[in-house]
């Protein structure tokens, strides 16, 4: 897919293009390619001169060589993220900034992408150059990551509830660690991609081609990276502390069992010495032609069983 905007009075039109159309006096501020055909790639370096990175080299590209100028023109590698369940994913992203144009290039149509074409559509926010388009993108970009660590601090919250609501069973706690890394995952992608958008537009500031609001809004958005920084370090220290709180349960539940299957042993060992001793072939032994000796045993048995039961009941060892 490819879509062109225009400017109309601050606000983004989209470009209806016709195949072969030489759209640079158009006043294009912004083309994004997304899911592409090779064609229509072709078609943007043709008319701007440019030669674009292919969407699949975007996963490739060395951190170092992300953000960097070639001939006039900035080029920009970021990830953006896709999603906040448990499938969500990093989508990378290249920007170039050539003259008065942003390109981009992804991919996947992204919710950030979609939620910016829609809002400049509906005349919400003002857009006055190419370079508002991209630090639209990142703040929405910082936005939509800290919609996703609320989501996340939610679900937290749920786990919180059942794990120290309650005592756990080995079930329990395996659904519960099984959100835990969940929550983890996506809490992880939000600090890599927040961290990745610092260092765009710390790359930005630096190449001195914002004008002296755009530098202001995009030392805003490094403040709310900074908090989201920290709100991401506190959502690690949640799930670590959630993680050893559900081992501990898990620990606690062997031991139960642990201690169980050695009371049952200590109170077994009566009955089994005695069962031992009737069980010996001496011939001269006292009960051996008692009539009552077999009964006898049996409740000798029985009764070295329940005493040492009852005793480990009164304790509390059997519960």
Same mark, same amino acid.
């Given at each position: 897919?490819?879509?062109?905007?225009?400017?109309?009075?601050?606000?983004?039109?989209?470009?209806?293009?016709?195949?072969?159309?030489?759209?640079?006096?158009?006043?294009?501020?912004?083309?994004?390619?997304?899911?592409?055909?090779?064609?229509?790639?072709?078609?943007?370096?043709?008319?701007?001169?440019?030669?674009?990175?292919?969407?699949?080299?975007?996963?490739?590209?060395?951190?170092?060589?992300?953000?960097?100028?070639?001939?006039?023109?900035?080029?920009?590698?970021?990830?953006?993220?896709? *999603?906040?369940?448990?499938?969500?994913?990093?989508?990378?992203?290249?920007?170039?900034?050539?003259?008065?144009?942003?390109?981009?290039?992804?991919?996947?149509?992204?919710?950030?992408?979609?939620?910016?074409?829609?809002?400049?559509?509906?005349?919400?926010?003002?857009?006055?150059?190419?370079?508002?388009?991209?630090?639209?993108?990142? *703040?929405?970009?910082?936005?939509?990551?800290?919609?996703?660590?609320?989501?996340?601090?939610?679900?937290?919250?749920?786990?919180?509830?059942?794990?120290?609501?309650?005592?756990?069973?080995?079930?329990?706690?395996?659904?519960?660690?099984?959100?835990?890394?969940?929550?983890?995952?996506?809490?992880?992608?939000?600090?890599?991609?927040?961290?990745?958008?610092?260092?765009?537009?710390?790359?930005?500031?630096?190449?001195?081609?914002?004008?002296?609001?755009?530098?202001?809004?995009?030392?805003?958005?490094?403040?709310?990276?900074?908090?989201?920084?920290?709100?991401?370090?506190?959502?690690?220290?949640?799930?670590?502390?959630?993680?050893?709180?559900?081992?501990?349960?898990?620990?606690?539940?062997?031991?139960?069992?642990?201690?169980?299957?050695?009371?049952?042993?200590?109170?077994?060992?009566?009955?089994?010495?005695?069962?031992?001793?009737?069980?010996?072939?001496?011939?001269?032994?006292?009960?051996?032609?008692?009539?009552?000796?077999?009964?006898?045993?049996?409740?000798?048995?029985?009764?070295?069983?329940?005493?040492?039961?009852?005793?480990?009941?009164?304790?509390?060892?059997?519960?």
């Amino acid at each position: 897919m490819l879509y062109a905007f225009t400017l109309n009075n601050g606000h983004l039109n989209r470009l209806q293009l016709d195949s072969g159309q030489d759209f640079r006096q158009s006043g294009v501020v912004w083309i994004d390619l997304y899911g592409a055909a090779e064609e229509e790639v072709l078609w943007v370096e043709r008319i701007y001169g440019l030669h674009l990175p292919s969407p699949e080299h975007l996963r490739d590209i060395e951190a170092s060589a992300r953000f960097y100028e070639h001939a006039g023109n900035l080029h920009l590698r970021s990830d953006f993220l896709a *999603g906040t369940e448990s499938h969500s994913h990093s989508v990378a992203v290249a920007f170039v900034l050539s003259g008065e144009t942003l390109i981009s290039i992804h991919e996947e149509d992204l919710p950030i992408f979609r939620l910016l074409r829609i809002r400049m559509r509906a005349e919400s926010g003002r857009i006055d150059d190419c370079r508002d388009v991209l630090i639209s993108l990142y *703040g929405m970009d910082v936005e939509f990551s800290a919609d996703a660590l609320e989501a996340v601090y939610a679900d937290l919250g749920k786990v919180s509830q059942g794990v120290l609501g309650s005592n756990l069973n080995d079930r329990q706690a395996s659904g519960a660690l099984a959100e835990i890394a969940q929550a983890e995952h996506v809490n992880g992608r939000i600090r890599r991609n927040v961290m990745d958008a610092r260092r765009a537009l710390s790359f930005m500031l630096r190449s001195k081609v914002l004008s002296p609001a755009q530098v202001e809004e995009v030392r805003q958005i490094q403040q709310d990276i900074e908090s989201l920084d920290g709100h991401t370090s506190f959502l690690f220290d949640k799930i670590n502390f959630l993680m050893e709180a559900i081992i501990g349960f898990i620990n606690i539940n062997q031991n139960r069992i642990v201690r169980l299957f050695s009371v049952v042993s200590v109170a077994l060992l009566p009955p089994t010495l005695i069962a031992s001793i009737y069980g010996m072939n001496f011939r001269f032994m006292p009960e051996l032609e008692w009539k009552l000796g077999y009964p006898f045993a049996l409740f000798l048995m029985f009764l070295t069983v329940s005493i040492p039961f009852w005793f480990f009941w009164r304790k509390g060892w059997l519960k």
